[in-house]
């Protein structure tokens, strides 16, 4: 099995612990990915606000880099559901949809593909707030939405269950969206930065001391809310805390 | 977590809830077993604060100029009592509508079909429109005909204009919102007179509906009770939600009586029978209809259903996605003019049969404007229904005013963080939040979103699509944070801090680090 990592750029910038951790992680399982070296992004910030055709040359490049491998892994849910649902500005060769139809994020990888079924090198003894990125809760289904009636499940929760004494707290909005929305941050800041600060008080209200989520982007957004309102919560990447990382 | 929430009564963490909010029990509208009454009239929960917030006013609607919703909603957030309180309010809706879902085991299975019926009318709407015409003909209706607003709008004063009509009674109307009617008529020397409370509240207030069913749920009680001292002369320092409804029913019910001619609009037009169906809460609809002798009713050729069985799973649908209530108050069928009464129907296109042209928006005709999107939309709740500027405001409104103004509207499809909960509460099935993706594309390959923002996207395409500027630009810690995520952190609006710290940046990036060590995981950033 070839395996690709695929780090997003906000995690290549800002957070390369969690590109770590999620390298760590794989091989702990036995896999090794490669890390092609000529990653960029997804497209993502450009699709999302309807410049597809500007988004076209960065889809281009990362189907190149990532053509050959059975696996594309990601450690971000969002980056994940653009390149899987809307990675459509380039032709749909057959190498795209290849990379299209075998790009994961580490959550679904590690519970659908490998079907893990223990951390046991992971202990994380601490009030966890779990927060799904909208793409990867309703886009690809990490979770099960509140607002549909059917089976509740969650894939993220279901492994942070796996690591010894996670205690998870429940928010009163549990599946709220945090305002984040890629340049929704920028172009709405008022109501974003509000939105933030609900969540991050959410999350302080449930009682928790750390912030988990499969996405980097959501955090980056909440964290800065939380310094700006001088709360003191603390925010990991959840490869993190399946990888055994200390904060 | 998100597993748990099947329903049940949670106490909310206290300060979550407006303080104001929990106060004191307001002794309001309770059943006879002292419960309070659970739907949206028993449950407005009171504020009881003394300090009066002024209001904030909409969107700023200049010509065809794209609407500024984040100036708008900035200034709705900067009023907290009046923020809070819509967003707990509405909250409260969505909550109430998930407890409805969770009490019917076929949910999924009605909007399947709810969005189904919709669908193969709106697919077959001519010959559908053709059979409800010839019907409501057969039981003594005048049916009309609108191409657009303006066709509209004359049509309803041709026929007041007949009966000599002055005064006109009207319950609640989002496509005579659209029209623009309640001006049109009153420049025409026609008395207008809303129905329905939060209307009547408006209309007195000059403001449009700022939610399509709840139409004053952006106001406190300190607010109406302004307006009533203002124009119904109350008492200005009175915020009892009692006695200001009790007060204007006072002053409306005469007007009511003596009206010359009602109007209605319709939830649903029944093809095979030839009637409407007005859905109310509060029976203002059939006062206007059955009040005075002459009874107009618009309706939006969506509106159509093919058979009455139809209704079984519509309305099924309609008050608990709406409110969280099994059902409205009043549901009411017209079949046709009551001995000596005349009833007229007007039929209206205004810009429906465009809309169902459109490829990537035609499914958008299936909504049945029961608001649920607005109530679960976590924008729409901070930034209030009148900050959309427009006549449908919340994710709906979203994909339907462009197809009014393009340029005006061409900003609001960006008014959403694509979270996809529209989507999901619609009972209809209309993929909103796609739809609102798509939009941004329309407008985005028309070159109508905005120089600063193409120019923008354009740069950011342009870096990360070649490795080496993409590294050079993120190469130095200090850079990375100038120029990646230049779309995010360092954009030109320089936004991004007005409500949130900066990142800090690491030492190194992930690649650095990759490049440094091998990829061997030991040695750490």
């Not at chain 2, 509508?97 to 697919?123: C, F, G, N, V, Y």
């Not at chain 2, 006109?168 to 109307?173: A, C, D, H, P, V």
């Amino acid at each position: 099995m070839r395996v690709a990592l695929f780090v997003p750029c906000y995690v290549d910038a800002f957070e390369p612990e969690v590109g770590i951790a999620a390298l760590q992680l794989l091989r702990r399982f036995g896999i090794d990915p490669e890390y092609p070296f000529d990653q960029t992004c997804c497209g993502q910030p450009m699709v999302n606000s309807g410049c597809h055709e500007e988004a076209a040359a960065t889809e281009s490049l990362f189907v190149r880099n990532f053509a050959e491998y059975d696996y594309v892994v990601a450690p971000s849910g969002s980056c994940t559901h653009q390149v899987r649902c809307h990675m459509t500005a380039i032709p749909q060769t057959d190498e795209v949809r290849h990379v299209r139809e075998n790009t994961y994020d580490i959550v679904e990888f590690l519970h659908d593909v490998l079907k893990v079924d223990g951390f046991p090198w992971a202990e994380f003894p601490h009030r966890v707030s779990y927060h799904d990125n909208c793409n990867a809760l309703r886009g690809i289904g990490h979770s099960s939405a509140s607002e549909l009636r059917g089976e509740r499940y969650s894939k993220p929760l279901d492994l942070l269950r796996m690591v010894k004494g996670v205690e998870l707290v429940e928010k009163s909005r549990p599946d709220e969206c945090c305002g984040f929305g890629g340049t929704f941050s920028v172009f709405e800041p008022a109501v974003s930065a509000k939105m933030g600060h609900d969540k991050v008080r959410d999350h302080m209200q449930a009682g928790a001391e750390y912030v988990v989520s499969a996405d980097s982007s959501c955090m980056l957004h909440q964290k800065g809310c939380a310094s700006r309102l001088g709360v003191p919560l603390k925010f990991l990447h959840i490869a993190q805390v399946l990888n055994g990382d200390r904060a | 977590m998100n597993t748990q929430d099947q329903g049940s009564e949670r106490q909310s963490p206290s300060d979550l809830i407006h303080p104001e909010m929990q106060r004191h029990d307001d002794g309001g509208a309770r059943g006879k077993d002292g419960q309070r009454l659970d739907h949206a009239e028993g449950n407005s929960r009171p504020l009881g604060t003394d300090a009066s917030e002024a209001q904030p006013r909409g969107a700023k609607v200049r010509g065809h100029r794209p609407i500024d919703h984040n100036e708008a909603a900035a200034r709705f957030i900067a009023a907290p009592e009046h923020q809070k309180m819509h967003d707990e309010r509405l909250w409260d809706l969505r909550q109430k509508r998930d407890r409805q879902m969770h009490a019917i085991p076929e949910w999924e299975e009605l909007r399947d079909l709810a969005s189904r019926i919709k669908q193969h009318t709106l697919t077959n709407l001519a010959e559908y429109l053709e059979q409800f015409e010839a019907n409501a003909r057969a039981n003594g209706i005048h049916v009309h005909w609108a191409e657009d607003g303006a066709a509209h709008n004359r049509i309803v004063h041709g026929i007041l204009a007949d009966h000599g009509a002055k005064r006109l009674i009207k319950s609640k109307s989002m496509l005579t919102e659209e029209t623009g009617m309640r001006h049109y008529l009153e420049s025409m020397g026609i008395e207008l007179v809303e129905t329905d409370l939060g209307e009547r509240i408006q209309q007195l207030d000059d403001e449009p509906p700022s939610h399509i069913v709840v139409p004053a749920t952006h106001k406190l009680r300190s607010d109406v009770a302004g307006i009533f001292a203002e124009k119904l002369g109350t008492d200005p320092d009175n915020w009892d939600a009692h006695y200001l409804a009790e007060q204007q029913r006072e002053k409306t019910r005469p007007l009511i009586l003596d009206a010359d001619a009602g109007l209605t609009g319709a939830n649903f037009a029944v093809a095979e029978t030839g009637t409407f169906v007005v859905c109310t809460n509060e029976g203002n609809a059939d006062l206007s209809a059955n009040v005075p002798p002459l009874h107009i009713a618009s309706i939006g050729i969506e509106k159509l259903i093919p058979r009455t069985a139809d209704l079984g799973v519509l309305i099924r649908l309609l008050s608990r996605s709406a409110l969280g209530s099994p059902m409205t108050q009043y549901t009411s069928h017209f079949r046709g003019p009551r001995d000596g009464g005349e009833m007229h129907v007007v039929l209206v296109d205004n810009g429906r049969s465009a809309r169902l042209g459109m490829e990537e928006f035609w499914t958008s005709l299936k909504c049945i404007r029961c608001g649920a999107c607005m109530n679960t939309c976590p924008v729409y709740r901070r930034s209030g229904g009148l900050s959309y500027g427009a006549t449908y405001s919340g994710p709906i409104g979203l994909i339907l005013d462009p197809t009014f103004d393009k340029r005006r509207y061409s900003t609001l499809p960006f008014a959403s963080t694509l979270n996809g909960s529209c989507t999901n509460v619609c009972p209809v099935k209309i993929n909103i939040h796609e739809q609102i993706f798509t939009w941004r594309k329309v407008l985005a390959a028309e070159h109508s979103i905005g120089a600063t923002k193409q120019v923008m996207m354009k740069a950011a395409g342009a870096v990360l699509s070649h490795p080496k500027l993409y590294r050079s630009a993120i190469a130095a810690a200090d850079s990375a944070l100038k120029i990646l995520p230049s779309f995010v952190v360092a954009n030109p609006l320089n936004s991004w801090t007005e409500g949130r710290d900066m990142p800090e940046a690491p030492r190194e990036t992930f690649h650095q680090w990759y490049s440094r060590t091998g990829g061997d995981t030991e040695t750490k950033a």
